[in-house]
Nanobody, 114 residues
Framework: QVQLVESGGGSVQPGGSLRLSCVAS????????MAWFRQAPGKQREWVAT???????DYVDSVKGRFTISRDNSKNTLYLQMNRLKPEDTANYYC????????WGRGTQVTVSS
């Protein structure tokens, strides 16, 4: 069974940056599109960004121009570079396929506060 392990979260001030990573076990990573999601306290989990197997990307409007999703297939690793962070970006961040077919990992907490 594929395991997803997210890391890289932390506490930053508004305007700061973080780089999240997600390592996926198994060989499925290289043949599937991947995505980042987030869930803020008291809210439903929402999709943030997708990267296809060919490197095409898409983002939710609220992060366009600030976040960059990328992947390294040689390392089975998904990344999310987050710049110009805002308090409303505070959430637990998860990776999965865009249709969420894999078992969810624990996520990594991002807190943006002054």
């Amino acid at each position: 069974q594929v395991q997803l392990v997210e890391s890289g979260g932390g506490s930053v001030q508004p305007g700061g940056s973080l780089r999240l990573s997600c390592v996926a076990s198994g060989s499925i990573f290289r043949i599937t599109n991947m995505a980042w999601f987030r869930q803020a306290p008291g809210k439903q989990r929402e999709w943030v960004a997708t990267v296809t197997t060919t490197g095409n990307t898409d983002y939710v409007d609220s992060v366009k121009g600030r976040f960059t999703i990328s992947r390294d297939n040689s390392k089975n690793t998904l990344y999310l570079q987050m710049n110009r962070l805002k308090p409303e970006d505070t959430a637990n961040y998860y990776c999965n396929t865009p249709s969420s077919i894999l078992r969810w990992g624990r996520g990594t907490q991002v807190t943006v506060s002054s």
